[in-house]
Structure formats: structure tokens, C-alpha cells
């Protein structure tokens, strides 16, 4: 199943609370026990196309965003340790963000054009601002318009652990923060516990996932075990991906977010990090291993000399779908936004 096929399945769902959300996010995060084909985010980051979107409300989305990047956390078994960010192009880049340090004002602008099967542009506008408010929008006027009106969407749990998530690892201590991004929806896994504990942390996680799938009318999925060895790995590098992703993608202005999330990446094995030109800038490609991605394949292009996120490439294993987002990220403030002056 793709991510528009359980879209569709789930088109009756009516919209949840911030709250309800989310509980669903975290809970139906842990209801596959294989990653698939893409990652999606929030149409904030990645926006769908509308018309699916509208249908199935934001629980869909929801429900969308966990399955395609299921999983757990970091093992608690010794041999299977964090791997260490070394010296990397990616951890060089971020100390070079860091040194330069972020530009004035007290928000990110990130505008991104997504381009779908039909290869029309869907324009999104998002502003994060230090205080942790988010402000959207499809065009200027729209985003100028929710920041003068001071309607902020409602800040989530999930939001700010990611972002402190990548503070974290800016500031030095990675193997801690890598455990912080990657459980910053569950600890479905059990980080940190003993067996039995960890089976105990999955067993919960199920049950709340069919009590979710229950309450909306939805047939229950049938209960798995919880993932080992290598499925395992798996999973806690597309969680450690799609995580540090919602980040950048969120405020990739703040130098401190930007740096941290470059140095979570540099953790991530046989991530394959190439050079290229977008535009006449020098750029470098992440392209995250297939196998963290049920097969499917997700390149995130970069700027070489500041780690600003310039293209996103997205193709679907199952379906071949092939999605291309551009972003542009900027340091401004809130005052100057709802003045119109973006």
C-alpha cells in the first residue's frame, strides 16, 4: 500500500484535535512493522495533491506521515550501538553553518513548489518562528494575512522535540540527540529498557493503534512482532531521516537546526552524499539508503557552502510515483511578514 491508496482508505475520517493528532501520529507511527515506500510529512512540508488532501482530512494525513516512516528507536543492546558522526563532508559542512551563524530576525521563511505526477506547482509558504508558532499559507498574501491575524497553527509536542532534537547535536552531544530525534514521536521500541520492557513498550503501542483504528471505524491491522536485527536498523534510520527532515524543512534558517540535522545525517550508514551544480551554486546530494525506505528512493538536495535545503526527489518503490519539491529558505521577522514585506 502506498501513502495515496491509505489515503483513500481513509477518506471518511473526520479531522482530529491537536491533541487527537497527535496521539495518532505516535500511535499508528508504530502500526506497520516494515517501512514503505516514501516518506511524507505534513502538507505543511510536503504538500499532496489538494484534492486528496481535502478528502481525507487531517487524521488521513496523519495516518499517512506514520505509516510511511514506521518504526522505533535506538536498541538498548550494546552491539548495536549509535553510529558516530566522524568527519564527514556533511559534519564539516556543519561546523561551517554553525561558525557563520544564524541571520538576523525571529523567524524561518520556507517556501517550497511542489510539482506532482502532472508537473503543476503547488505552492506552500510556512513561517516558524522562534517562539515555536507556525503560520502557512498557499501564496504571500495568504501567509501575510494569517501572521497579521495572528492565526497560528497549534504548536505540537512533536515539533519541538525535533527541533531541540537537532539543537541538540549541533551543540556536540549527537549520540544523545540521535536517540532524541529518533523517538521524538514513540519509544515504541524501548530505548534504553531491558527485553521484556521493550516487548512491553511495542505491546502498548499496538493496542493504542487498534483502539485508533476502532474508534474511526477502520478495520484493525493484525498485530506484529517487534522488529530485530537488521529490519530493525531499518527502521531507526527512517525514523533518524524523515525526523531530521521535518526539522530542516521547518526552520532551515536557524543555523543551529540546519547544523544539528546535517550532523544526525552523517550518522546514517551507506547514506550516499554526492557533489552537484543547481543553478550555477554548488550543491551536495543526500540520498538516503533504499532500505530504509521499503525500496523507494528520497534525495535531498543541499547548498555546499550553507546546508540550505534546495530540491527534494521522491520516488515510490510500489507505484513509481515521482515527486519533486523545491525549497527556499529565509531568516526574517513576524513583523515584517504581516507588513506584507516577504
Known amino acids: 500500500m502506498d501513502e495515496m491508496d491509505l489515503m483513500k482508505k481513509l477518506r471518511d ?18 502500526a506497520m512493522g516494515e517501512p514503505v515506500a516514501t516518506v511524507v510529512r505534513p502538507k505543511r512540508w510536503f ?17 499517512a506521515v506514520v505509516v510511511v516512516t514506521s518504526g522505533g528507536s535506538v536498541p538498548a543492546g550494546p552491539s548495536e550501538a549509535a553510529p558516530q558522526a566522524v568527519e ?24 517550497n513548489t511542489k510539482f506532482g505526477l502532472d508537473d503543476k506547482p503547488d505552492l506552500n509558504y510556512t513561517l516558524y518562528t522562534d517562539q515555536g508558532r507556525q503560520f502557512t499559507g498557499d501564496s504571500a498574501k495568504t501567509l501575510t494575512d494569517a501572521v497579521a491575524k495572528g492565526q497560528a497553527e ?15 547535536a549541533a551543540n ?15 519509544n515504541a521500541l524501548g530505548v534504553g529498557l531491558s527485553p521484556a520492557e521493550a ?7 499496538q493496542a493504542e493503534t487498534a483502539e485508533i483504528f476502532r474508534k474511526y471505524g477502520k478495520p484493525v491491522p493484525a498485530p506484529k512482532p517487534r522488529p530485530t536485527g537488521k529490519d530493525l536498523e531499518n527502521l531507526i534510520n527512517n525514523h533518524l531521516w524523515s525526523n531530521a527532515q521535518h526539522a530542516l524543512f521547518a526552520n532551515a534558517a536557524d543555523a543551529q537546526v540546519r547544523a544539528g540535522v546535517l550532523k544526525l545525517y552523517a550518522t546514517i550508514p551507506d547514506l550516499v552524499v554526492g557533489k552537484a551544480s543547481v543553478d550555477g551554486q554548488a550543491a551536495l546530494t543526500l540520498t538516503a539508503p533504499p532500505a530504509i525506505l521499503g525500496g ?47
Open 13 to 30: 475520517v473526520p479531522s482530529p484535535g491537536p491533541e487527537a493528532y497527535d496521539r495518532a501520529r505516535a500511535a499508528l507511527r508504530t
Open 154 to 168: 497549534p504548536a505540537t509536542p512533536y515539533d519541538g522535540k525535533v527541533m531541540a532534537a537537532a539543537r541538540l
Open 296 to 342: 523507494g528512493a528520497d534525495v535531498l538536495t543541499i547548498n555546499a557552502g550553507n546546508g540550505l535545503p534546495i530540491r527534494e526527489e521522491i520516488t515510490s518503490a510500489e507505484s513509481s510515483k515521482r515527486y519533486v519539491v523545491n525549497y527556499k529558505a529565509f531568516r526574517v521577522t513576524v513583523a515584517d511578514v504581516a507588513a506584507g514585506r516577504i
Open 199 to 205: 516487548e512491553k513498550a511495542w505491546a502498548d503501542a
Open 172 to 186: 556536540g552531544d549527537v549520540d544523545k540527540a540521535r536517540i532524541a530525534m529518533i523517538t521524538a514521536s514513540n
Open 47 to 63: 504538500s499532496w495533491p489538494k484534492a486528496g488532501v481535502a478528502a481525507v482530512g487531517a487524521a488521513a494525513v496523519a495516518a
Open 88 to 111: 564527514t563532508p556533511l559534519v564539516k559542512l556543519a561546523s561551517a553553518v554553525q561558525a557563520a551563524g544564524t541571520q538576523p530576525g525571529d523567524a524561518s521563511l520556507i517556501i
